[in-house]
Structures are given as C-alpha cells and as structure tokens.
C-alpha cells in the first residue's frame, strides 16, 4: 500500500535551518507530485510547495518562496524539505503529502503522518 | 484568491444532513476543489477530489457539488466518527485551503 513516512520531530533556535524527509513507497515514485503542507498550532492547512520528481521541478508559494527549498533522491524515493532562517512562526506540523503527475490536478490523495518543528529560543 | 467557509463551527446530532460551504472569492471557473477530513492529532484524509468524486473508500453518506463561486461538501446521516473538522482546497498550480468548518456533536 502507498505510504510516506516522514523524519521525527526537530527542535531549532531561529535563524537555524531545518531538513525534513519523507520516505515513500508501494508506488512509482516518479509517477506522483509530492507536495509539502504546514499546518501551525490550532490553525489551518497552509500549502507550501511541490516537486516532481522526475525532474526535480518545483513550485513554492510565494510567501515562503525564499526560505524553502525541496530535492529528491529518486533512489531511496525520498524527498527532502528544507526551511531556513526559522522563524516562532515556522512552528508548525510539516506533512508530506502525494498528488497526481498534474501541476493543475493538485489535490493529496495520501499524506505523511507529520513532523512537529518547533522554533524557540 | 480567498476561500471562505461556512459556517467556522456546525453543531449536529448523528442521523442528521452536514451541509458545508466553501466560497472562492472570485468565480473559479473550470478550477477544481477537494475535501479532506482532519481529527484531532492525524493526518487530513482526502474525501472528495474533482468538486464531487469520492476518494478510495470514501462511503456514499459524502458528496461534493459545486462551481464558480459555490461549493458544497454534503454529509447525510452523520455517523459519531464523522464529527472532525473538514477542509476545502482549491485545485491550481499553487494550492489553496480554506480555513476549516469544524462539525460537533451537538
């Protein structure tokens, strides 16, 4: 069955950089989107940023645009989100989320089970 | 592009019809929305893709409807593991979630 599991939970001081990865399988990895969605404390979802992972291609929105950065290795089907020059605010739930080989079709059929990044000094 | 759901918060008893509404700011056109569901300390689980398709698994008591600026996630005789909160998101190449409806137990 398809599954995404992600890395553990990250504690970090802001300014600091954090790297998340997610391990996929029971799919072809390079037939999918892997999308990444934050989520902070009480508050709702919040769309961040995709990649293909055919070709490494990837689109962020524009309010993090500057300070997210995703890749793959497309031998250990796993993607890798990193988010830098943390802020309070980046205190968040990070899943990793799969949807369809369609830049316009970006709905998340199977997601992570979420990784807690905390940022405090 | 704004999503706007309502109500923020639906109080119903099981058996009951769960109406939700998700309203762009702006006609969306031939844009596409899903649903997901989210309980306390989970993952969203996606319910409805393409406005009204049902997701694996997804049993018929849900049903997406909708175009333009007016969407709807209908839930008919709500059973107790359906109280949660649900979310709309907007199909593009920059996703778009609306803040939530969270549906009680009244």
């Known amino acids: 069955q398809v599954q995404l599991v992600q890395s553990g939970a990250e504690v970090r001081k802001p300014g600091a950089s954090v790297n998340i990865s997610c391990r996929t399988s029971g799919y072809t990895f390079t037939n999918y989107y892997i999308h990444w969605v934050r989520q902070a404390p009480g508050q709702g979802l919040e769309w961040m940023v995709f990649i293909n992972p055919s070709d490494g291609f990837t689109r962020s929105g524009q309010r993090l645009q500057s300070r997210v950065a995703v890749t793959r290795d497309t031998s250990a089907s796993t993607v890798y989100l990193e988010l830098s020059s943390l802020k309070s605010e980046d205190t968040a739930v990070y899943y990793c989320?799969?949807?369809?080989?369609?830049?316009?079709?970006?709905?998340?059929?199977?997601w992570g089970q979420g990784t807690l990044v905390t940022v405090s000094s | 592009i704004v999503l706007t759901q309502s109500p923020a918060t639906l109080s119903l008893s099981p058996g009951d019809t769960a109406t939700l509404s998700c309203r762009p700011s702006h006609s969306v056109g031939g844009h596409y929305l899903a649903w997901y569901q989210q309980k306390p300390g989970q993952a969203p689980r996606l319910l409805i893709y393409g406005t009204s398709s049902r997701a694996t698994g997804i049993p018929d008591r849900f049903s997406g409807s909708g175009s333009g600026t007016d969407f709807a996630l209908t839930i008919r005789r709500l059973e107790p593991e359906d109280f949660a909160v649900y979310y709309c998101q907007l199909y593009g190449s920059t996703p778009l979630f609306g803040q939530g409806t969270r549906l009680d137990i009244k």
């Open positions: 989320a799969r949807g369809p080989y369609d830049i316009f079709s970006s709905y998340f059929d199977s």
